[in-house]
């Protein structure tokens, strides 16, 4: 990731976004004390290495240059009380991290801020391994994976409506921008008010 980021630098002088994205097939909706400690430890390693690594790479230009804008994505499941495997506590130390860097970078001129969305039933028929994933969660419901997605907004959603990517992006590009320069150390929630909070 250092090398990316070098490269990047490289290329255009600087960086002044880094959002930090990652998605990986895995076990989910399978109670803990049912769950393989491989299953567990899959998403805590895969999330939380590949974040840490792009973001520290990022946050040094950064700090260099006096400013910048590092966004994580994280999920509801680092806040939700349910069988989650390893993705729940992979997001709940992603915001962990958030708030870490934020404190370190912050004085330098970075700001940090994470994104937790619900999922969003658009990736699954974008070639998301979310497909994979919450169609072993809808067999085990027993309903197929169009019955869950055709579900009418998110199960414990506030408002009518799932959350879309262009939600997250239109949030994304407005945490970037100067309009949102005095937010930092923080996680967004995206969840159409399936967490509160």
Same mark, same amino acid.
């Not at 990731?1 to 255009?12: I, K, L, N, P, Q």
């Not at 419901?141 to 055709?150: S, V």
């Given at each position: 990731?250092?090398?990316?980021?070098?490269?990047?630098?490289?290329?255009?002088g600087?960086i002044?976004?880094?959002?930090?994205?990652?998605?990986?097939?895995?076990?989910?909706?399978?109670?803990?004390?049912?769950?393989?400690?491989?299953?567990?430890?899959?998403?805590?390693?895969?999330?939380t290495?590949?974040t840490?690594?792009?973001?520290t790479?990022?946050?040094?230009?950064?700090?260099?240059?006096?400013?910048?804008?590092?966004?994580?994505?994280?999920?509801t499941?680092?806040?939700?009380?349910?069988?989650?495997?390893?993705? $729940?506590?992979?997001?709940?130390?992603?915001?962990a991290?958030?708030l870490q860097?934020? $404190?370190?970078l912050?004085?330098?001129?970075?700001?940090?801020?994470?994104?937790? /969305?619900?999922?969003? /039933?658009?990736t699954?028929?974008n070639?998301s391994?979310?497909?994979?994933?919450?169609?072993?969660m809808?067999?085990r419901?027993?309903?197929?994976?169009?019955?869950?997605?055709?579900s009418?907004?998110?199960?414990?959603?506030l408002?009518p409506?799932?959350?879309?990517?262009?939600?997250?992006?239109?949030?994304?590009a407005?945490l970037?921008?100067?309009?949102a320069?005095?937010?930092?150390?923080?996680?967004l929630?995206l969840?159409? $008010?399936?967490?509160?909070?």
């Open positions: 990731m250092t090398e990316h980021a070098a490269a990047v630098v490289a290329r255009s600087r002044d976004v880094s959002l930090n994205a990652i998605g990986v097939d895995h076990v989910q909706g399978v109670p803990l004390t049912e769950l393989a400690v491989e299953d567990f430890e899959l998403p805590i390693r895969t999330y290495r590949a840490f690594l792009t973001a790479a990022a946050g040094r230009h950064m700090a260099r240059q006096g400013s910048g804008v590092i966004l994580v994505l994280s999920t499941a680092a806040r939700v009380a349910m069988a989650t495997d390893g993705f $729940g506590p992979a997001n709940a130390a992603l915001e991290l958030t860097l934020a $404190g370190e912050g004085p330098r001129g970075v700001r940090v801020v994470a994104l937790r /969305p619900d999922g969003i /039933p658009e699954a028929l070639g391994h979310a497909a994979r994933v919450w169609a072993r809808a067999e419901a027993g309903i197929t994976l169009e019955e869950m997605l055709d009418p907004g998110a199960p414990n959603g408002l409506r799932a959350i879309r990517i262009q939600d997250v992006a239109e949030t994304a407005f970037a921008s100067d309009r320069a005095a937010i930092t150390a923080t996680t929630n969840s159409v $008010g399936a967490v509160l909070g």
